[in-house]
């Protein structure tokens, strides 16, 4: 769910993408701040689509899709990629639920933290962007989005959508143990439980 490195340069991308070759199960990323920028342009957006790959992007795995989206787009303006990347968010999840997709939605940034009217801050989406995705998503049979950012666990729901930055593997700000969410999903439930790298550590 993004911030892949603490600093967006050659040598982080590298043990970055060394790590990942380590891993048995595929795994798809999001950008985040840190690796695009606070305020991203044509450098920053073409190192990281250079390096990491495509920074929005869908797929489908067992009748159900995943759209990753960059939110640094959302947080700031930038010509001629917002825009584009907004258009391109709203025709992807009207396909999906064309499909009858239930659609999860990755992202960086949390919606909100505490509530959905909150004052724009450094971890979340500017209010009116914030509302016009929240529509686009109750419209479009999205049932979950995934974020990060906030180095702690946040969990909230808006109309049956589940809204979950989870833990991280790096620092927690809220004094929670490094770890990840595990998504179980079946028919007729949509549940997720914290995984700790320490628990892992001792099955190993």
């Not at 060394?18 to 044509?42: E, F, Q, R, W």
């Not at 396909?95 to 919606?111: A, D, E, M, S, T």
Request: net charge neutral; charged share 25%.
């Amino acid at each position: 769910c993004g911030d892949l490195v603490d600093e967006a340069n050659e040598s982080s991308y590298s043990d970055f993408k060394n790590i990942m070759k380590g891993l048995k199960i595929p795994c798809y990323v999001a950008s985040g701040n840190h690796d695009v920028g606070n305020t991203p342009n044509d450098t920053t957006l073409n190192y990281y689509r250079k390096t990491i790959g495509k920074d929005y992007y869908e797929f489908q795995h067992k009748n159900y899709s995943f759209v990753i989206t960059n939110t640094q787009l959302w947080k700031i303006n930038v010509e001629n990629e917002s825009e584009k990347h907004d258009d391109w968010l709203r025709k992807t999840l009207k396909v999906q639920k064309n499909r009858q997709y239930p659609i999860f939605v990755i992202g960086h940034y949390p919606l909100y933290v505490e509530f959905p009217e909150e004052e724009e801050h450094y971890f979340n989406i500017p209010v009116v962007k914030r509302r016009s995705i929240l529509e686009l998503f109750k419209k479009n049979n999205v049932v979950a989005y995934l974020s990060g950012h906030t180095h702690k666990l946040v969990i909230n729901n808006y109309e049956n959508i589940q809204l979950v930055s989870g833990e991280t593997t790096s620092k927690n700000f809220d004094s929670r143990p490094l770890g990840f969410r595990l998504w179980q999903v079946s028919s007729d439930t949509i549940r997720h439980d914290f995984i700790s790298l320490q628990t892992l550590n001792k099955v190993k």
